[in-house]
Nanobody
Framework: QVQLVQSGGGSVQTGESLIVSCAASGRALSSLVMAWFRQTSGEDREFVGG????????IYVDSVKGRFTISRDNAKNTLILQMNNVKREDTAVYFC????????????????????WGQGTQVTVSA
């Protein structure tokens, strides 16, 4: 069983930066494909980006490319979402997700492919 505990996030202004972290326990981070999703009220949970088990393949949704960075701190078993130059449309509850994977390079954009989920973290961007 994998537990994911999120921290960080909060309220910032347009153009600022913030970090959301996801600490995993129960499995080594290197055995998990990891992703970030976000959700606004009344909308489906949207894929933001993901990292393959090895960390060699990292993909992003077009709307955050060049602004968000996903990285792994294997020593701390933690996935990090660095959000730079945030926009009002980045306002959402952010969720980390994980699943065990036999592939070192595969990353899925599909919510249903992830078995484990963090508790969610609110990110609010104001003008």
């Amino acid at each position: 069983q994998v537990q994911l505990v999120q921290s960080g996030g909060g309220s910032v202004q347009t153009g600022e930066s913030l970090i959301v972290s996801c600490a995993a326990s129960g499995r080594a981070l290197s055995s998990l494909v990891m992703a970030w999703f976000r959700q606004t009220s009344g909308e489906d949970r949207e894929f933001v980006g993901g990292s393959s088990r090895s960390g060699a393949n990292v993909i992003y949704v077009d709307s955050v490319k060049g602004r968000f960075t996903i990285s792994r701190d294997n020593a701390k078993n933690t996935l990090i979402l660095q959000m730079n130059n945030v926009k009002r449309e980045d306002t959402a509850v952010y969720f980390c997700a994980a699943s065990q994977s036999f592939s070192t390079l595969q990353v899925s954009r599909r919510r249903g492919d992830y078995r484990y989920w963090g508790q969610g973290t609110q990110v609010t961007v104001s003008a």
